[in-house]
């Protein structure tokens, strides 16, 4: 997908945040801003989705750009925003068809049908502790 010109908006977990940057310049050139409860005031679940959704929005971008970041992370923030006395809105890029899912590129070229590794295996392939899920 050609995002040359675009203002581009990244949802990345690998950097615990939201980055941006301008048109014409690389991805990894982004500036990335992290939402979690110890850093802008934030004091609850809801206060901390809501202020990571408005500063998405604020950003202005042209594109949404994340990795399984609609099967995943919105899915996740929509289901948690379900318990939310009000939920916020989701980012305009979100519910404006301009989210691009590099996921779904990057599953349709390992082949349709392979098992791909549980998160657990990749960690303990590189030698990280792997942590108990509940």
């Not at 690998?14 to 990335?32: F, K, L």
């Not at 929005?57 to 609609?70: A, F, Q, R, S």
């Amino acid at each position: 997908m050609d995002l040359a010109g675009l203002s581009v908006v990244h949802v990345k977990r690998s950097q615990s945040g939201v980055g941006h940057h301008e048109p014409e310049t690389p991805g990894n050139d982004a500036q990335y801003e992290t939402f979690a409860r110890s850093n802008h005031g934030i004091s609850d679940e809801q206060d901390l989705v809501t202020t990571a959704f408005s500063y998405i929005d604020e950003l202005d971008g042209d594109v949404l750009v994340g990795y399984n970041g609609i099967d995943f992370d919105m899915d996740f923030l929509a289901k948690r925003c379900a318990h939310f006395d009000l939920a916020p809105s989701p980012p305009a890029l979100q519910t404006s068809g301009q989210h691009i899912n590099l996921f779904t590129d990057r599953k349709a070229a390992c082949g349709a049908g392979e098992m791909w590794p549980a998160l657990e295996d990749c960690l303990d392939s590189y030698g990280y502790p792997v942590p108990k899920t509940t």
